[in-house]
């Protein structure tokens, strides 16, 4: 479930000044990896975590903001992730103010055998969407901080910078996004989301109400237009500047390292001792040079990385 927390709160849109432009003529075409796409004169960067102190600032704060709202499960390991953050595609994005702490995060999951995160509570809904032909992308782990300054800023820069993503990636790929029922209303009224499917209690964050909310990311480039839907109506960016954007950022994508996903998937939480035989069969499927033994990884971090575990359940 994605949940933008205070920044959905009395939420008064800012436009962007045009003298802020975040592409220049002869911007090059790759970004540095170290220092993210600024937004709003540098007061709010937008990073791709793609790297393990990236990723484990974004879990860390997701898990955080959801402590505070008292949907965290009882065992917490202080991460906030799932199975589908170790897919290759899957992309958190971070948003940094301009002392660099990391004041938001969200997260794009691309379908895939294993399907999406909103399949455990709404996959009949999601299932006509596929039968359509149509591919979906999710927009999970949504947190802006509760002190972060110019929250609304914040919200709009991880927005637009998944749309964008999302839209480079397929244009005729539907987005859509599990929220806790009492934010459904600022999605509809400002994004244009529109609601399928009834209204359920999401076991993973304490039986919260959610409901599924979906958006044609063709339709959404035509609303930035023609309705300056947000978070657009913030940013003042041409069509080539936006191609060029979303160019970059696919740029800074990288997939999971070996040895993050140890990290976090086995080191310090149990997902993958909890990931389905479907789910493991695909996992396994896309890191072939290396079997890794779960049961192992903790000794063997101790120990030093190494690329030679065997990624087996089965006990030495």
């Known amino acids: ?40 004169r540098g007061h709010c960067v937008v990073q791709v975590a793609n790297r393990l102190i990236l990723r484990q600032n974004a ?54 055998p294993i399907g999406l995160p909103a399949d455990a509570l709404f996959k009949e809904e999601i299932d006509e969407i596929r039968n359509s032909g149509r591919q979906i992308c999710e927009f999970v782990s949504l947190g802006i901080g509760k002190t972060v300054k110019n929250s609304i800023k914040v919200l709009a820069c991880l927005f637009y910078c998944g749309f964008l993503h999302a839209w480079q ?77 979303a160019k970059k950022i696919e740029n800074m994508v990288q997939p999971m390292s070996v040895e993050e996903f140890y990290t976090f998937f086995i080191d310090k939480t149990d997902t993958w001792a909890k990931a389905s035989p479907q789910q493991k069969d695909f996992i396994k499927s896309i890191y072939p040079a290396n079997e890794i033994n779960h049961n192992e990884v903790s000794r063997v971090l101790a120990g030093g990385f190494s690329n030679k575990i065997r990624f087996s359940d089965d006990p030495q």
């Open 1 to 40: 479930m994605s949940e933008p927390a205070e920044a959905l709160q009395n939420t008064t849109p800012v436009p962007v000044s045009k003298s802020d432009p975040l592409l220049k003529k002869g911007t090059p075409r790759l970004v540095d990896l170290e220092n993210g796409l600024k937004f709003f």
């Open 59 to 112: 879990y860390e704060l997701i898990n955080k903001l959801y402590s505070q709202m008292g949907i965290v499960q009882k065992k917490d390991y202080g991460l906030w992730l799932s199975i589908y953050d170790a897919l290759p595609e899957t992309t958190t994005l971070t948003a940094e103010d301009d002392q660099g702490c990391c004041g938001g995060t969200l997260t794009i999951v691309f379908d895939s």
């Open 169 to 245: 990636r397929n244009k005729s790929r539907e987005l859509v996004i599990t929220v806790h029922s009492r934010y459904e209303n600022f999605y509809r009224r400002n994004i244009f989301f529109d609601r399928i499917g009834p209204e359920r209690k999401y076991a993973k964050v304490n039986g919260e109400p959610t409901v599924l909310l979906k958006i044609s990311l063709a339709a959404l480039s035509r609303l930035r237009r023609t309705h300056r839907a947000f978070p657009f109506n913030m940013m003042n960016f041409s069509d080539q500047e936006e191609l060029e954007l």
